[in-house]
């Protein structure tokens, strides 16, 4: 019998095309009045911005735009965004975008109602108070951030990305509406797609995993094995497209509930020191680590070997565990993900310094093998 279990998602969830249009409606029903509108620059450019002022418009929302958001937010993002909010006289925020936005939104949020600097926030369930609301709207199927209690914020003093997880943070609503995933750059539809399947493997092997989160994590990698390949080739795929929102979706469901693990401990040190795509970092590490971690997750990478079309009837656990990662490896050469480290210019001399703080990451609690630090020095250099 399993032990009892507290379920975190946002109450109301909007999934599926023409989802935005759900969003003005259950605003006005929530009563809030004017929103401050967290996104950046090529989200307004590419037209996407405007398909949601143009649901608040017609709803007679209003609105404040704040597009500063970087590639990887900072802690100077947070701060602006809510000399923003505070300025702008706003009593919610609506997040327009991938896991960028979507954090430093989120980090916005926490400060309007708990104060103090972000990075007083740093580590598991810091904040006192719920933040204020969140409308977080979706635009690439990776991250998930729209449905979970976690959010990343670079410090740009340290070039550390400092790990939040906190239920204070919780979206009110998602909207994942793969009408606004479509002409994304290829780049960007596999290194999404790549976080999406590092989220729903590192969810399944989890220390926290249990039937609910297997479950729909197995079902996240069955959607991300039949599609991704599809919408990285034509993004205007819609049944692609809508097919990975969902596997996305239920991805940042389970690891929401479940927790993560070291491949994000070690891409996170990536991501803060050199200021990298977080999807192709975990794109990279994911075989390396789950190669690492195949001797503690019992038979559960043969069911992931299954499900990316393997026969594994009459093999082994440990041959079963080695279909599986080359399967992950072969969908990454496939979509075009870098073959390693090395082609990101990283450098061996900061291995040790990445280890250190990878060791500190809020997702290391999670991964089912214990690692040391000469280790993760070792899974470094394997994934040049």
């Not at 906190?166 to 979206?171: F, G, M, Q, S, Y």
């Not at 990698?221 to 049944?239: H, M, P």
């Not at 497209?241 to 596997?247: D, H, I, Q, S």
């Not at 690492?292 to 043969?302: C, E, Q, V």
């Amino acid at each position: 019998m399993e032990t009892a279990k507290t379920i975190y998602w946002p109450a109301i969830n909007n999934i599926g095309p023409d989802s935005l249009k759900l969003v003005g409606p259950q605003v006005k029903e929530l009563g809030y009045k004017k929103a401050l509108l967290v996104s950046d620059q090529p989200l307004i450019d590419a037209g996407i911005v405007k398909k949601v002022t143009d649901v608040l418009d017609e709803s007679g929302i209003q609105y404040h735009i704040y597009s500063q958001i970087q590639p990887n937010p900072t802690m100077k993002n947070v701060h602006d965004g809510l000399v923003a909010y505070q300025t702008e006289q706003c009593d919610f925020i609506v997040s327009v975008g991938g896991g960028s936005p979507q954090d430093a939104a989120k980090a916005i949020a926490i400060l309007v109602t708990n104060g103090g600097e972000i990075k007083d926030y740093e580590g598991i369930f810091k904040s006192t108070k719920k933040s204020a609301p969140i409308v977080a709207i979706n635009t690439t199927a990776g991250t998930a951030s729209e449905v979970t209690i976690n959010y990343v914020i670079t410090n740009e003093d340290t070039h550390i990305k400092m790990v939040m997880v906190d239920k204070n943070c919780l979206p009110a609503i998602s909207v994942n509406d793969p009408l606004l995933m479509l002409n994304k750059p290829v780049s960007l539809t596999a290194a999404t797609g790549m976080d999406a399947l590092t989220h729903a493997i590192e969810a399944y092997v989890s220390t926290g995993a249990y039937g609910l989160t297997d479950a729909i994590a197995l079902e996240s990698i069955r959607l991300i094995a039949q599609s991704l390949e599809t919408a990285v080739q034509d993004g205007q795929n819609i049944e692609a497209r809508n097919n990975m929102a969902y596997a996305s979706f239920i991805a940042g469901l389970s690891f929401n509930n479940a927790g993560l693990g070291y491949v994000h401990s070690m891409a996170h040190q990536l991501g803060g020191m050199y200021d990298l795509p977080h999807g192709v970092c975990n794109a990279i590490l994911l075989p390396v680590v789950e190669e690492f971690n195949a001797s503690h997750t019992g038979d559960k990478l043969r069911k992931i070997a299954e499900i990316f079309g393997e026969d594994t009837t009459h093999l082994s656990t440990e041959e079963a565990n080695a279909k599986a990662i080359a399967a992950i490896r072969q969908l990454s050469a496939r979509i075009g993900i870098p073959k390693g480290l090395k082609e990101l210019s990283v450098k061996e001399s900061d291995f040790e310094t990445m280890a250190q703080n990878a060791l500190k990451d809020a997702c290391a609690g999670c991964n089912p093998r214990p690692v040391n630090l000469e280790q993760t020095i070792a899974l470094y250099q394997k994934a040049m």
